[in-house]
């Protein structure tokens, strides 16, 4: 028979379970009611409840503050989009529409540049998918009253609360942005010619047509190109094209944070697998310098602070980071896939693809496990690894009692109760929505002072703001791909510390609330090829805090 007060604790962890749906600001009270209760994690009712509860999470993601219909359409940055009911108009429209069509909000469709047997088409086709009689996604072709040439729509129906459902209809019809010459001349030191050549092309202009355009030759023009794509490193017109409009999606940060100062937006690169999936990395510092690899955390933090990618490019170092599957347009694996196993893969194929046949690595938090695993799929490829803050495998349930409250929830569930932590996870992300990533970083690790104090430093802020948009912004959440990372994470690797050849130094620190000293010190008894340093004052953030000491000790890795 069940005691009393079990059944007063399931009762209160289900009562919180229903309040994190309907409000995930209600979080805390849930890790409150959860602690010291494990039992929980293997009660079948509360798995039960913990199901129906995420329905309303997910209720709750599709019309959030900032979100729905409006942050649908704020996503669409270099194509004409705009939002309607198929009856109203144009509900709502993006910069670009009020550029291409000059259209703006209010408008009737028949202001559209489609002829009136077109606009009925479009108009009857939105009714289809916002009152579900027709596919998830409804594509249509029309014809420019303007140009005369054909224009391609595609119609999604958006969640969001408002007297008649809405749909986002996205058309074919590129925008070049106001002021974008000026991040594409400094982003790969064109001449304004060359920028205008670049424009033309990213607009669907052919060669001759831009030439006519300039004045200039057809020959004149191919030999700017070729210019081109030297200073961009790019290889034909479609890899060209494809940079820059990566470039005009990172010129508009979402409005939820500040713009980050004194970075400027990277364009992100693109391989296609075997599998079909994407997989993106980006590049800053020396482009001809020895290579070096970035694993960004499970945060997804991709940049650095701006006078450490520029002291990078000082001193001759290639800084690659993949943005790993579920992060940004990274496409997750396939489910079943052995996470550690398919990260490291995507590394390697990402390193091949550059033609880059040895590497140093630095490896934050966890990641410390890709970077060592990739060393013994890859023989001879990683030269040193250098982990920061790093988190070696866990044994016993005093190493996560030592943890601080956020952390030990999640990765003690990682470990232990894994079905659970999709809920807890996306509950998680949805506070963050809430507070705002500033906030978020500062409350999760509110135990380590030198993180909190770190946050106060603009470029660190920045660089953690813009790094961490392929984890988490308006349009997006990785908490999916995040969950797996913890639960990965939290598996027994000691097998590949053990297995691991390559010289492996770890910067830790001493008020890192995710692992605390005496931990790292218990686990190095059972790696003795793994050597540490303690730098005083740093926490889970160390490597934007002492990335200088990380940069010197890296150095000696580097493949000469």
């Keep these: 028979m069940t005691p009393p007060e079990d059944h007063e604790h399931r009762a209160e962890i289900v009562d919180r379970l229903y309040d994190v749906a309907l409000d995930p600001m209600r979080f805390e009270d849930l890790i409150d009611a959860w602690e010291g209760r494990g039992s929980a994690a293997d009660d079948p009712a509360i798995d039960a409840h913990m199901s129906r509860a995420r329905v309303f999470l997910d209720r709750y993601d599709a019309a959030r503050d900032g979100g729905g ?3 649908a359409l704020d996503a669409v940055h270099r194509s004409a989009a705009f939002l309607s009911d198929g009856v109203s108009g144009v509900v709502a429209c993006n910069r670009a529409m009020e550029q291409a069509f000059d259209i703006r909000e209010g408008a009737p469709l028949s202001d559209l540049p489609f002829d009136p047997h077109d606009v009925e088409s479009l108009s009857e086709a939105i009714l289809r998918v916002t009152g579900g009689k027709a596919e998830k996604v409804a594509t249509l072709r029309l014809r420019s009253s303007q140009t005369g040439s054909p224009v391609i729509v595609r119609i999604t129906p958006v969640i969001a609360e408002a007297p008649r459902p809405v749909a986002l209809v996205q058309s074919t019809e590129l925008v070049w942005p106001e002021g974008f010459e000026t991040p594409v001349q400094e982003a790969f030191g064109l001449t304004l010619a060359e920028v205008e050549i670049v424009r033309g092309l990213s607009m669907g202009q052919p060669v001759r047509d831009i030439a006519e355009a300039r004045g200039r030759s057809v020959d004149t023009v191919r030999t700017q190109l070729r210019s081109i794509l030297a200073k961009t490193e790019t290889h034909s017109q479609f890899e060209l094209v494809r940079v820059v409009l990566g470039l005009m999606d990172l010129s508009h940060p979402p409005r939820s944070e500040r713009q980050a100062e004194g970075l400027v937006g990277l364009p992100f690169q693109t391989l296609r697998m075997p599998d079909g999936r994407r997989l993106d990395w980006i590049e800053f510092g020396d482009p001809g310098g020895l290579p070096l690899l970035f694993m960004h955390l499970d945060y997804g933090l991709i940049r650095w602070p701006a006078s450490a990618e520029r002291r990078a490019a000082q001193r001759g170092i290639r800084v690659i980071v993949p943005v790993r599957a579920g992060y940004g ?8 896939t052995d996470h550690l196993a398919g990260v490291t893969l995507d590394y390697a194929a990402v390193l091949d693809h550059l033609n880059i046949r040895r590497v140093a690595v630095i490896a934050l938090g966890a990641d410390l496990r890709f970077a060592m695993n990739l060393s013994i799929l890859r023989p001879g490829m990683v030269t040193g690894i250098l982990g920061c803050a790093a988190q070696l495998p866990l044994r016993s349930r005093a190493q996560y009692e030592r943890m601080d409250k956020w952390q030990r929830f999640i990765l003690a569930n990682a470990r232990y109760a894994p079905r659970i932590l999709p809920f807890m996870v996306q509950a998680a992300f949805a506070v963050a929505h809430k507070m705002g990533k500033d906030a978020f970083f500062r409350h999760i690790n509110g135990g380590s002072p030198a993180d909190v104090a770190l946050m106060d430093r603009p470029e660190v802020r920045d660089a953690l703001l813009l790094g961490s948009e392929v984890c988490l912004t308006k349009g ?70 002492e990335w200088e000491t990380a940069l010197r000790r890296v150095e000696p890795m580097l493949p000469r």
């Design 69 to 71: 219909a409006r942050a």
């Design 329 to 336: 347009a990274s496409d997750l694996h396939s489910k079943g």
């Design 476 to 545: 997006r959440s990785a908490h999916e791909a995040f969950t797996r990372e913890c639960i990965g994470s939290e598996k027994d690797w000691s097998a590949v510390v053990r297995a691991c050849r390559v010289p492996t130094v770890l910067l830790q620190a001493d008020q890192d609330p995710q692992t605390p000293v005496l931990t790292v010190r218990e686990l190095l008894e059972d790696f003795t090829d793994v050597s540490a340093e303690f730098l005083p004052g740093t926490g889970q953030l160390l490597f934007f805090q």
